[in-house]
């Protein structure tokens, strides 16, 4: 299966808009999915079909495509955003899909 | 409101057997597939492996890294998901997801986690 890739930190301060990317080959196929990880929590769903938001998740957050490359765009952001974020999509080259995650990204609020 | 609680974490010599459950509520559990997915402590996410629900005929798929050693089962009657692990290694160690998959057109995701379980498996 193919690999995602993740910029493994970003650094903003509070009210900024932060930007986390995630590159992958098959990304213009296959849709992409975000996932938010606070210390010593489970994953919670952002961004599903690349910009698509879970009823709960708040307008701040939101998602883009191009090409190879998504976006999870979080506009103002809070001090309860920090937190790991991972993007993670399908391999549908086999038989099944693959699922694939990339390795992560840091978010520190400054 | 979707509940999925892991339970039967614990400490494992290299080389035993460690069965995990995870206790679903507040969905159809027969209607969704259902995965498992690891992390090893200041790592990343790993998809352990599945299983289709019963439309599906409960079939079953796994990461490479597992695949032989351990097994995803389920009990629709009981809305309990399950993993069997044996011939554990040092590096199974991890916190270990249930997580409900949600599968359309060639895609697939998770849309509810659980809490998680730790095992570590140490000599």
């Known amino acids: 299966s193919y690999e995602l890739t993740q910029p493994p930190s970003v650094s903003v301060s509070p009210g900024q808009t932060a930007r986390i990317t995630c590159s992958g080959d098959?990304?213009?196929?296959?849709?992409a999915y975000w996932y938010q990880q606070k210390p010593g929590q489970a994953p919670v769903l952002v961004i599903y079909k690349d910009s698509e938001r879970p009823s709960g998740i708040p307008e701040r957050f939101s998602g883009s495509s191009s090409g190879t490359t998504v976006t999870l765009t979080i506009s103002g952001v809070q001090a309860e955003d920090e937190a790991d974020y991972y993007c993670q999509s399908a391999d549908s080259s086999g038989t099944y899909p693959d699922v694939v995650f990339g390795g992560g990204t840091k978010l520190t609020v400054l | 409101e979707v509940q999925l609680v892991e339970s039967g974490g614990g400490l494992v010599q290299p080389g035993g057997s460690l069965r995990l459950s995870c206790a679903a509520s507040g969905f159809t559990f027969s209607d969704h597939y259902m995965d498992w997915v690891r992390q090893a402590p200041g790592k990343g996410l790993e998809w352990v492996g599945r299983t289709r629900n019963k439309a599906n005929s409960y079939t079953t798929e796994y990461a490479a890294s597992v695949k032989g050693r351990f097994t995803i089962s389920r009990d629709d009657s009981k809305n309990s998901l399950y993993l069997q692990m044996n011939s554990l290694k040092t590096e199974d160690t991890a916190v270990y997801y249930c997580a409900r998959g949600e599968y359309y057109s060639l895609e697939y995701y998770f849309d509810y986690w659980g809490q998680g379980t730790l095992v570590t498996v140490s000599s």
């Open positions: 098959a990304l213009p196929k296959q849709y």
